[in-house]
């Protein structure tokens, strides 16, 4: 197979002609380089981005002559190519139009015709629909990802892909491996979404470049570059249940090359709020404190760019009875409490050089040092992580004969030093260190026409999991206008961290057992899946409105699992290694339109059958729902001369049963149904634009109130033999209003 792929790779490398090659660079009218900017020809689905300094390369087919530069906020530009001269684009900030009709404005998630991965990207106008506190509640409005809580104590909020949770996503930042190993549990919210400038969503095996352990699906948030950022922004939230944040970042430009922007985040609730009356605290009480300062230099000339992170944050959360006081209760049966304490600093470097008189070459290093140090309990269970993590990547991009064929090739080493202490129902230290070198090849075709391939592998020595390889594949095919199909092969591996990823089951009495003990992690093997994908996308005219049909279909096929069994019995929670099927087949109807100016309705299915075979049987993933809906209708006014605007946002999202952990064994007053009620969330916001530099917001989540029933068993008497707080389908307590203001300095 592997030597058919090589031969039909070599043919399509061979037979490629070459064409003239169209440089140039795109810029705002301040000059400042246009990271992302789309450059396309005309009438095809041929395309290219620019890299950091505005600049880029495209291919020129005979047949066609007008490029079209566009980006989020700025006027799109159409351009006849006549020479190979080099281009000098330069776009205009639709704000600064006075008399310019836009007729067509660029959506808040963007789905390409041309990039070969299925990817879409969500901007800070999708990620300001929902006030945005913090990453893992920035996909409320995104049907590709589902957020519900993972518990009814610590308020944590989890995420899902593909029908899989987020241990399965590779969560990078600028794709740097971010939320991992130990921060899996709380990573999501130790991000402010303000600092947030867009997130790309990739469905499926991602690219070899980035890892490994991607097996569903690829998250990679970017941060506000300061090189582009504004002098000053300050964003208020306050919430009733008297959840407080303050946001602000404070940007400097040094020179036309070295620009800093530090960014500061506090958050805090002390009310004890107790709204479906059953004893516990509905979120957690707590702060937070999170610093960055952010250095970018750029010399445009020479072709170097770099950025330096400098991060700290500490997180204090404290859960359970209304009444529990650490300072007298902290484990002991005199209340049941949880602390969740939190510490992290972060140390990252980019550094990048394009090479001035080859566009098409350059290379990257990035390096990133992380500690991680969580101390925390729950009730009488104990467990504290201490992670140490360094991470290095050096990739090089060139072509070989031509731009139609490129290729990324490099090495990267990760290196984590774990010091992990469990106390449950046993005490144990599974302090370990774990370790990995590796080397990736990615070889890229595209005709610069209707098709385009990314074929990669990449080969890994861990010292847990040994050497493997790691084969991925994507195709573009573009069989008409404005329609694109894809599809994508992938293997992913690695190692589960069982209790780092399943920290919600801390909350409640089971017992904890691990099965397997000849395994290199935990006694465990490693898991390995391949995902299998197939995507369409159908843009098109609909009674003259822009409209758009996505419909996905994925398949993730576990040859290996790490199966988390908390059906066999509801005192206990069993950890071994898959011994039978488990599978997650996702399928995903998306459709969109314009219904008038300014009016925008989105709307989506979803299907998923999730199975694995536990001790018991084969059965059905636990609390995930097999069919969800997802709506949102969007209005925003026309902008007046002094950017005085409303938007309006509304989003339904409708679930259906789903199936509830075994209880049988309990007595009959802690038992519960076998399927979970369908139900429906509602969540709404709107915000008044007073000028460009100044906006208020008032919104709503849950606007329906719904209240899932029973979402502490043996609530009354948490130390008992039934207590389990991890059974939740739904919202826990009942509508929570809100409301803020952002002022920027431009």
């Known amino acids: 197979m592997y030597k058919k792929i090589a031969l039909v790779l070599f043919f399509i490398s061979s037979v490629a002609s070459a064409q003239e090659i169209i440089k140039g660079i795109v810029v705002d009218e301040k000059k400042q380089p246009l990271l992302g900017a789309n450059i396309i020809w005309q009438k095809t689905s041929s395309g290219t981005t620019s890299d950091e300094k505005g600049n880029f390369s495209i291919e020129k087919p005979a047949e066609f002559s007008i490029l079209e530069i566009s980006y989020e906020g700025f006027e799109t530009q159409r351009i006849e190519v006549t020479s190979t001269e080099s281009l000098t684009i330069i776009l205009k900030e639709v704000n600064n139009l006075k008399e310019v009709t836009i007729s067509k404005t660029k959506r808040s998630t963007e789905h390409s015709l041309y990039k070969v991965t299925n990817v879409q990207t969500m901007g800070q106008k999708e990620l300001l629909k929902a006030a945005c506190c913090n990453l893992s509640e920035s996909f409320s409005t995104n049907p590709s990802i589902d957020v519900n809580f993972s518990d009814a104590v610590t308020g944590n909020k989890q995420i899902k892909m593909l029908g899989l949770t987020s241990p399965y996503i590779l969560i990078a930042e600028e794709n740097i491996p971010s939320v991992r190993g130990a921060s899996q549990a709380y990573g999501l919210s130790f991000v402010p979404g303000t600092w947030v400038e867009s997130i790309q969503i990739t469905k499926g095996a991602g690219s070899v470049i980035n890892g490994y352990e991607s097996i569903s699906g690829q998250i990679n948030y970017e941060v506000l570059k300061p090189v582009n950022d504004i002098p000053f922004f300050l964003n208020v939230y306050g919430s009733q249940d008297s959840r407080y944040e303050l946001n602000t970042h404070f940007n400097h430009k040094y020179s036309d090359k070295l620009s800093s922007t530090l960014f500061l985040h506090g958050n805090t609730r002390q009310s004890r709020n ?19 300062n952010r250095w970018q230099y750029n010399d445009t000339e020479k072709g170097w760019v770099s950025f330096l992170n400098l991060r700290y944050m500490n997180d204090e959360k404290q859960a359970g009875e209304v009444d529990f006081n650490p300072d007298t209760d902290k484990l002991t049966t005199n209340a049941w409490g949880s602390e969740v304490n939190t510490e992290k600093i972060e140390i990252s470097n980019k550094t990048g050089y394009v090479f001035p008189e080859m566009p098409y070459q350059s290379f990257g290093f990035q390096n990133s040092f992380q500690s991680h140090k969580q101390e925390s309990y729950f009730g009488l269970n104990q467990y504290n992580i201490h992670q140490t993590s360094f991470y290095s990547n050096l990739l090089f991009n060139s072509i070989i004969s031509n731009t139609k064929n ?11 030093k774990y010091d992990e202490v469990v106390n449950v129902n046993f005490d144990q230290d599974f302090s370990r260190i774990d370790n990995s070198v590796g080397a990736f090849f990615e070889y890229t075709f595209d005709n610069l026409n209707n098709f385009s391939l990314v074929a990669g592998a990449r080969a890994d020595y861990h010292n847990r999991l040994g050497t493997f390889v790691t084969p991925r594949l994507h195709i573009r095919y573009n069989p008409w ?39 290199k992690l935990y006694g465990l093997n ?41 059906d066999a019995n509801a005192q206990q929670v069993l950890f071994y290694n898959l011994d039978g099927k488990s599978f997650a087949n996702s399928f995903q109807a998306e459709f969109s339109i314009e219904l008038i100016k300014h009016l925008n309705f989105k709307t989506a299915y979803k299907y998923y059958d999730v199975q694995t075979q536990f001790s018991t049987g084969q059965l059905q993933k636990a609390l995930q729902a097999k069919h969800r809906f997802f709506g949102n209708l969007s209005f925003e006014t026309h902008i007046k001369d002094k950017g005085q605007q409303w938007k309006f946002d509304f989003t339904y999202n409708w679930l259906g049963e789903q199936r509830l952990p075994n209880t049988s064994m309990n007595p009959t007053a802690y038992q519960l149904a076998d399927y979970a009620p369908a139900f429906a969330v509602m969540n709404t916001q709107i915000t008044r634009t007073f000028s460009s530099t100044f906006e208020m917001y008032i919104g709503g989540e849950n606007i329906g109130n719904y209240k899932q029933n029973n979402g502490i068993v ?18 826990t307590f009942g509508a929570m209003y809100y409301a803020g203001l952002r002022f920027k300095i431009k």
């Open 481 to 519: 206008e404005q329609a694109v199909i894809r599809a994508s092969i992938g293997r992913g591996k690695r190692a589960a961290n069982i209790f780092a990823e399943n920290q919600q089951l801390f909350a409640s009495s089971r017992d904890f057992s691990i099965l397997n003990s000849d395994g």
């Open 406 to 416: 490129k290729f990324t090739t490099g090495i990267n080493f990760a290196y984590d």
């Open 714 to 731: 043996q609530n009354e008497n948490p130390f008992g033999s039934y207590f389990d707080s991890s059974m939740i389908y739904g919202p």
């Open 274 to 292: 107790d709204m479906n009356d059953d004893g516990f605290l509905d979120n957690p009480i707590g702060k937070q404190v999170n610093i960055l």
């Open 526 to 566: 490693p898991e390995i899946a391949w995902n299998y994908g197939l995507s369409f996308i159908q843009k098109f005219k609909l009674l003259g409105m822009s409209s758009e049909v996505i419909l996905d279909y994925y398949v993730t096929d576990f040859q290996n699992q790490a199966v988390v069994d908390i």
